[in-house]
């Protein structure tokens, strides 16, 4: 097949999904709901935060939303990012900043190792297509343990699945009462992941409140109480 041929299967794909796939297209409806309600700046506006704040990004990519977060507010950030190359260039990005750590492996329920299949930003431990890499992954206690961090103000996941493995872990370890506010990306990975979805959602609710959700896109919850919780969005 032609370069040129490829080029156009691609060009193809995506509309021929939205047309065949219904979680791709609710998917697209929500993204654009988010963007039309301003959800994609307010991912980043926090009144919280402030120089002495603890902020996790789990799921670091190319450090966009750590970018984001700390010309805002100079926080303390742990980028948690078990792909190697990302991590190898997360960690040139902020070879200069202090106040960002970034740790190659991924927050976890245990340590040991894992298989990442490779696809860019959505790579994933449970995908099966892309080129593999053997990652670290690190029992949260511990970790947290190791770092001296109790509280945390500010917590990102977009982790590809991950997040059904971690949330349940921190819940456990009594850790989730001490983390401020939630920013997650739920993934649809198969039928299991909406009640998995929504047993982390019931676990969250007993604590936090809900700030703003789009389905399978970003939602975010903040701890029930906190006089710097971020105001509700009507989602009417």
């Not at 977060?69 to 990302?86: L, M």
Request: hydrophobic share 40%.
């Amino acid at each position: 097949m032609t370069i040129k041929a490829t080029k156009i299967l691609r060009s193809l794909a995506k509309p021929i999904r939205k047309l065949t796939n219904r979680p791709y297209r609710e998917a697209c409806a929500a993204l654009k709901a988010m963007r039309k309600d301003g959800i994609v700046r307010r991912r980043y506006e926090h009144p919280l935060l402030n120089s002495g704040s603890v902020v996790f990004d789990l799921g670091g990519f190319q450090g966009e939303w750590t970018d984001g977060i700390f010309v805002r507010y100079h926080p303390t950030i742990h980028v948690f990012e078990p792909h190697p190359k990302f991590a190898q260039l997360l960690q040139e990005k902020y070879a200069r900043n202090t106040k960002i750590q970034v740790h190659e492996c991924a927050l976890a329920s245990a340590d040991g190792t894992f298989e990442l299949h490779d696809l860019g930003d959505g790579s994933s431990a449970h995908r099966t297509n892309g080129q593999t890499f053997l990652c670290k992954a690190v029992e949260a206690r511990a970790f947290l343990g190791y770092l001296g961090v109790r509280r945390i103000d500010l917590m990102k996941l977009n982790i590809e699945g991950g997040e059904y493995e971690i949330l349940p872990h921190l819940s456990a370890i009594g850790m989730v009462p001490n983390i401020r506010v939630f920013q997650v990306q739920f993934h649809l990975l198969s039928k299991e992941s909406i009640p998995a979805r929504n047993r982390i959602r019931a676990m969250f609710a007993k604590t936090h409140q809900i700030d703003w959700c789009y389905d399978f896109v970003w939602e975010q919850w903040s701890l029930l109480g906190d006089p710097l919780a971020t105001t509700p969005v009507n989602m009417e």
